[in-house]
């Protein structure tokens, strides 16, 4: 079966009619993860997320065309938006507006709303649509230089559409393209639920789930470990903040492990013969 639909949408703004601002041009990383633009509730989760450290990991420089899978609220967005605008490109796959899901027809919402309220920063901000199994193209085929996804993987399994996602970021990476994915990190030692009720995934399975679509592993940081994610929660990770999903029930508890233990890795499209025999694009899905 073919899925090939694909919902690219138009930018926001067009690029010609945005006003130059230069303190809205950060040359470098930590300018713009210390710009004043960010959410405060978003820098106040820097010291779990290491966004610095984290992108650095996944050898994204100002230069270079990112798609971001599944931006939610704009975490990420808000440093890799102004991070790229001069000189490279941000592509947000996110949910569709027409969504089926409120969920996640609200949440395309206000995240459009985000962008637009800021042209300076975000007008040059490009939106395509991961619904999977309909809507797959995040990016034209062999077109981009990185895609990251952050803590998206167990929703997947939930839906059992992790495979197919994971061809969809293949096929629109480069050739020596990389994958970079943070996910809440389960036991190696124990099985893994297939759909993830709890959250947590093993590494091992993500490390299966690319080398499936055709990835390489290049290599994994514990620079969003946590030691104190005791992973035993009847809840899921859903307990621990952000979402602290019990609200007072043994907050002060939660609070004090803090978010989530993270693998944090990253994997190549190969490039040559191997990238070949795993097909150009998604057709083969």
Not at 57 to 77: K, M
Not at 125 to 135: A, D, G, K, N, Q
């Amino acid at each position: 079966m073919r899925l090939m639909k694909k919902i690219i949408l138009p930018l926001l703004l067009s690029t010609s009619a945005l006003t130059a601002n230069a303190a809205d041009d950060f040359d470098g990383l930590k300018q713009a993860i210390a710009g004043k633009h960010r959410a405060a509730e978003h820098k106040a989760r820097d010291k779990y997320r290491h966004p610095e450290q984290t992108l650095a990991f996944f050898e994204v420089t100002n230069d270079l065309t990112v798609v971001e899978i599944w931006p939610g609220n704009g975490w990420y967005t808000e440093i890799l938006a102004p991070y790229l605008k001069t000189n490279g490109k941000f592509i947000a796959a996110q949910f569709s507006p027409n969504a089926e899901l409120p969920y996640h027809k609200n949440t395309a919402q206000k995240y459009i709303d985000k962008l637009k309220a800021q042209p300076n920063l975000y007008g040059k901000v490009e939106l395509s649509v991961l619904e999977p199994p309909e809507y797959l193209q995040i990016a034209p085929d062999n077109s981009v230089d990185r895609v990251l996804t952050f803590r998206n993987v167990h929703n997947w399994m939930a839906s059992d559409q992790a495979a197919i996602v994971f061809k969809a970021m293949f096929a629109a990476l480069k050739p020596g393209g990389i994958l970079g994915v943070v996910e809440h990190r389960s036991n190696n030692l124990k099985p893994q639920d297939p759909k993830a009720a709890s959250g947590y995934v093993s590494e091992d399975y993500v490390i299966a789930l690319a080398r499936n679509a055709g990835f390489e592993f290049l290599a994994k940081s514990d620079i969003n470990a946590n030691n104190k994610d005791t992973k035993d929660y009847p809840e899921g990770v859903w307990v621990l903040p952000p979402a602290l999903s019990g609200k007072d029930k043994d907050r002060k508890k939660y609070l004090a492990i803090g978010e989530s233990d993270r693998m944090t890795i990253k994997f190549i499209k190969p490039t040559g013969l191997k990238a070949a025999l795993f097909g150009n694009g998604l057709s083969r899905l």
